[in-house]
């Protein structure tokens, strides 16, 4: 969307430093958030129209944008803000945030629930587009296939920081591990072939999935992730039948691209977090029927019969059914913007 020639990027992970600010900073004494100081100076000398992030869990973006009122800033959601481990997952750093009253000129969000949650802590023109990176791969109209994708959430970590506390892989996992046990009790139950949809490049993971599955499915596949290409992690989605995720951003964007997609959402039942602890849980923000005929879940199904009920209903209903059926909660997900294009007339008309 942006000019090569007309854009400059400052890198926010320690990458890379342009020497010159950072001694200035240095010899000005700011030793104190050096860090903030730094990208400051750096604004001041490029003097942009625009200020853009992908990363809009970043603090410091916002704190910035206080020092520059004449300047545009604008932040895209990168993901869905709904799961443990994320900037906003505890009632403290909820109020915290809250009370920094921090603000961005626009900010671009991907459904009306992150916006009604978002907006209790930002200032900013909330403008719902769906996924930036979603939008980029037309909608392709196929036959479905009669697989189930399970969307993978691992990640090459062996600790997990959630509401100020440090979880074991083992123990954030085990809602994914329950998950796939059941989605391949029913697949072999029901003769369907089980696809996982791979979350990073490591072999690491697909090992993993390989000693998961190898012995216990009759029918598998792994799709590979990709970290350049973005069009191979988006444009075979069209083709499934059924997605199931924990909750997955890319789950979410799924349902944008009009897909059936369940959420067994239990992870922070076996973290031991209460959901009226968790301001950013989605069924606080939205009247959810948590039964067997929903779509959404954030409590255990003990019973495989009971859970075999809960992906029958998903699995064997048509799309057009499926969507009457949850219309109230997945209209407020489905946005798709083909290429973008109302983020090249936000930069265009907000030129003033």
Known sequence: FLKKKETTILTTRFEDFYLSFLLKIFLKFKFKNVYLEYQKSLIQYINPKFIITFTDNNVVFYKLKKYF???????????????????????????????????????????????????????????????????????????????????????????????????????????????????????????????????????????????????????????????????KNYSFLDRYTLVTTVDSTLGFECMMRGIKTVFYSIRNFYLKIPNKNKPNELSNLVKIKHDLKSFYVNKPITSDKNFNQFLDVNYNLSYKKWYQKNFHIVKKFKYFDLRGKNINDILKVRQL
């Open 69 to 231: 009122p004449h300047i545009k800033f604008i932040s895209v959601q990168n993901g869905n803000r709904f799961g443990l481990g994320d900037f906003l997952d505890s009632r403290r750093k909820f109020n915290n945030l809250k009370k920094l009253k921090l603000k961005s000129d626009f900010y671009i969000v991907q459904d009306e629930f992150s916006k009604k949650f978002l907006s209790q802590v930002f200032n900013s023109k909330f403008i719902v587009l769906g996924s930036l990176k979603n939008n980029l791969i037309k909608l392709k109209k196929q036959k479905k296939n009669k697989r189930i994708l399970f969307i993978s959430q691992w990640r090459d970590t062996e600790r997990f920081l959630i509401q100020d506390q440090i979880y074991p892989k083992d123990k954030f996992y085990e809602a994914e591990n329950i998950l796939l046990k059941k989605v391949v009790n029913y697949c072999n139950l029901k003769n369907i072939t089980l696809d996982v949809k791979l979350a990073t490049a490591h072999r690491k993971e697909k090992n993993f999935f390989k000693k998961k599955l190898r012995h216990n499915i009759k029918s598998f596949n792994l799709i590979d992730y990709s970290e350049t290409n973005y069009r």
